[in-house]
């Protein structure tokens, strides 16, 4: 696993609070990850290792948020699917009804927290370095440098990428895959892991359809022969066309009510 999506890079994840155009960076230590690089025919036994140990920490943050009442989701896209804008929206509209703080995962820069932090929300960014996903682990690390108020929505972005983050349970209430009309409409076909286990599809920038080939129908058509139980959203983070059954969604996933919730 190390080999292949870049999480054995050994300078480990760096967690930034951002606030008032002030960084505190606090530099990563070694990477938690058990590696073994230079013996192949055992790479099976260390995604296990790696995948278990980041499930027992997975359930740490699951259980700690939900006794504060913090409902995470995990948000991942392409690069360029509109994660951040979709955020942002989702901020202004949703923070006068509860606290709203963020987690940004990009490989590097501080770019899309600094456009989160515009928003007033609070936001801490974890540039993974040659790291493809977020872990657990990091988001252990983001929660105590971040400390969202109790009874408020997490929103996770993870680093743009539909592979390796579908294998990586974070703590979340509900993991949300987004995808952009310009992307085109096999994209359930062609990273078929991530639409399996998702609880949410969102499809974004429908303000586009007219100029681009995108069909919704076949597009949902194909995440349901994935994973029949999943719900599909279909907005424009950028007009707000569809963010009520988008804000819908969140609130019947809330941590604050019920921990048994449907898709």
Known sequence: MCATCGCGDTTGPRVSVVADGQHEQEQGHGHGHDHEHSHPDHTVILEQQVLAKNDGIALHNREGMRARGITALNIMSSPGAGKTTLLARTIRELERQRPVAVIEGDQETRLDAERIRETGASVVQVNTGAGCHLDAEMIDRALRALDPAD?????????????????????????????????????????????????????????????????????VAQAKILNPAVRVVVLSATTGEGMDEWYEWIGRRSAISPVAVDN
């Open 151 to 219: 009874e408020s929505l997490l929103l996770i972005e993870n680093v743009g990428n539909l592979v390796c983050p579908a294998l990586f349970d974070l703590g979340e209430e509900g993991k949300v895959v987004l995808i952009s009309t310009p992307e085109g409409d096999d994209k359930p076909k062609k990273y078929p892991h991530i639409f399996a286990v998702a609880d949410l599809v969102v499809i974004n920038k429908i303000d586009l359809l007219p100029y681009v080939e995108f069909d919704v129908d076949a597009c």
